[in-house]
């Protein structure tokens, strides 16, 4: 179509642009600046404040369908800063580390991302340093935490609100990391001294498997592979890093454990030398076809050098990205602009990772971390080497330890939490207790887009495996020529996120078959929905269209597993 042209111009420009003031490093280093002065270039991105004060700090975050966000922190920490409501039961939980026992504050807030409110929920028990992942049918399932938390399983949706299940799980479980399996099971792994996984349900399946790889990649003193990264990948089996070491393997023992190589560099990445991971973008052109990128983390003895002697050592810069699908795996590493530790890794519906939050020195744990980084970096996966990174604008507030972040329905990524300290501290501390959530918002959505800007007009609200199925969606500024890449459908599922790790985060494209016109800028796109339950796990997913690499906001669309009643 003649029309393409004019709009496609334009986004080529300000791309370029963008990316020119971040590659010319040799202009200004704006990340070496201290936190609050503004860097001299105009960095992409911008920064919203969409409160000041939510309650809570978030040290966990989940968006959930419906658009909510929960976040909850622990309950032995004092008195949070919202109350709760008067009707709710007064969360009496017992004593955790010292500070505080009973109070009547809420230490769980419910976001509503349509109206902006606030919602307090009572927790009966403690979820500390908890994990977590959203069933298939869209209640999350949270477990474990510390004291009269660490055996329980909690169930929540905004209509229930939180109910527990008592003694479910076979061992205690802090620091533990879960995930949603092919199946729609949830395997929940580790966790302080735990070498061992189980399950969510657990009919059918052994109550408690041992996993020595937990064992053999501890460390005296600072373990260094707790919340490991797990990422389920589209065969079915799953990776599994801790410390600098990975392996694959299949929780129902149908297949032989396979190693990989260990990272290069011998750094660990894993709580408290905190890096981040994601399992990149997965295509539908090779289905099987996996990538896992790992980044950030302090070398081995950085929390004992930052506890002991108070020395805080340079977090490490490196990234290591391997294929665990290919039958001889290897890293391939690269540098980020920064050094990085504590950082979040958040899919973005292009495919692309934004690294977000933390710190250059220190590491995680209580009063560990050094220099806030405050700039994010995005990564893009299909540029060349050495050109994969762009410094994005920085924020104002450190997010140090107990920080989080999140994709949400409108693309941009929900950034809360950071609390170092024992207690809510929010005077004559260096890096004072967060209750703020702001929003980053991506580059795409930069208002020059506008006029490329899909917007959704209409998704299926649930679909079958590799069904086709009509999206329809608006382009107001011009023509859609449908050439290729040009209109891209992806599917990304809500990550839990804590501690440096979006639980469950994934992002998988769809094929886009035929495309009509309807209308003057209206259109529908024929899609084929994921292929399979371990390429997608059943579930609740944010779809969304992109247009010229700019995506609309998303539709919640539920994949239905196999087998269920349509
Ligand atoms: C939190 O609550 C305390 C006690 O009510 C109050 O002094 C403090 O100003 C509040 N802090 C914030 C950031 O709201
Ligand atoms: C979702 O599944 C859980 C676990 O089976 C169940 O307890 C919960 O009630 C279900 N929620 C809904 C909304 O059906
Ligand atoms: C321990 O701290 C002292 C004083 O701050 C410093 O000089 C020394 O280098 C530190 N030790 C190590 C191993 O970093
Ligand atoms: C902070 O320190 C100042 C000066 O020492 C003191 O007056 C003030 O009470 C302290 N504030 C808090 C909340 O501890």
């Not at 560990?368 to 050495?386: F, H, K, S």
């Not at 924020?395 to 950034?415: E, Q």
Request: net charge negative; proline share 10%; glycine share 10%.
């Amino acid at each position: 179509m003649p029309k393409a042209a004019s709009f496609l111009f334009p986004v080529l420009l300000i791309t370029a642009g963008i990316a020119n003031c971040a590659a010319d490093e040799a202009v200004v280093d704006p990340w070496q600046e201290p936190v609050g002065q503004q860097p001299a270039v105009v960095l992409a991105g911008e920064w919203q404040l969409l409160h000041e004060n939510t309650g809570v700090s978030a040290m966990h975050m989940q968006l959930l369908p419906g658009d909510f966000v929960l976040m909850f922190d622990r309950t032995d920490s004092g008195p949070s800063n919202i109350s709760l409501d008067a009707l709710s039961p007064c969360a009496v939980p017992t004593a955790g580390a010292g500070v505080g026992a009973v109070d009547c504050s809420a230490h769980s807030v419910l976001l509503d991302l349509r109206s902006n409110a606030l919602r307090p929920y009572p927790l009966a028990s403690n979820p500390w340093c908890s994990s977590a992942a959203l069933l298939p049918n869209g209640t999350l399932l949270q477990t474990g935490g510390f004291a009269n938390g660490d055996r329980i399983a909690r169930l929540f949706s905004p209509s229930t609100g939180w109910v527990d299940l008592p003694s479910f799980l076979a061992v205690r479980r802090w620091y533990a990391t879960d995930i949603l399996l092919a199946d729609g099971r949830v395997l929940i792994l580790g966790g302080r001294r735990q070498f061992n996984f189980e399950f969510f349900p657990r009919d059918d399946v052994p109550q408690l498997t041992l996993f020595p790889f937990l064992d053999e990649t501890t460390e005296m003193g600072a373990e260094n592979n707790l919340y490991p990264f797990l990422h389920l990948l589209p065969d079915g089996t799953v990776f599994a890093f801790a410390n600098d070491r990975a392996v694959v393997f299949d929780p129902y023992n149908r297949a032989p454990l396979r190693r990989l190589p260990a990272i290069p560099g011998g750094v660990p990445r894993n709580y408290p030398s905190s890096g981040s991971s994601v399992l990149l973008l997965l295509r539908p052109e090779s289905p099987l076809h996996a990538e896992v990128l790992v980044c950030g983390g302090t070398p081995r003895g950085a929390y004992q050098l930052a506890l002991r002697n108070g020395t805080f050592v340079p977090a490490d810069r490196t990234c290591g990205r391997i294929a665990p699908t290919d039958a001889n795996p290897v890293w391939a590493m690269e540098e980020m602009p920064m050094p990085r530790v504590m950082g979040d890794m958040v899919l973005l519906p292009t495919g692309d990772v934004l690294i977000v939050n933390g710190a250059a020195t220190g590491t995680a744990g209580w009063e560990l971390g050094r220099e806030p980084v405050t700039y994010p970096v995005l990564y893009r996966p299909d540029m060349q080497l050495g050109a994969r990174f762009e410094v994005l604008a920085g924020t104002t507030i450190p997010r140090m330890y107990h920080s989080s972040a999140t994709l949400d329905t409108y693309g941009r990524v929900l950034v809360g939490g950071s609390n170092p300290h024992v207690g809510y501290v929010f005077a004559n501390v260096t890096y004072p207790t967060e209750l703020s959530l702001e929003a980053f918002l991506p580059p795409y959505l930069d208002a020059r887009l506008d006029g490329v800007r899909p917007r959704l007009v209409q998704a299926p609200t649930e679909v079958g495996y590799g069904e086709a199925v009509a999206v329809r969606f608006e382009v107001p500024g011009g023509a859609v020529s449908g050439g290729p890449e040009e209109v891209r459908v992806t599917a990304v599922a809500p990550a839990f996120a804590t501690h440096s790790f979006g639980m469950n985060q994934r992002v998988v494209e769809m094929t886009v078959g035929t495309m009509t016109q309807l209308d003057a800028g209206l259109y529908e796109a024929h899609v084929a929905a994921p292929p399979s339950q371990s390429v997608a796990p059943p579930g609740y997913y944010l779809w969304f269209v992109l247009h010229a690499g700019v995506p609309s906001s998303a539709a919640w669309v539920r994949l239905r597993p196999l087998g269920a009643a349509t």
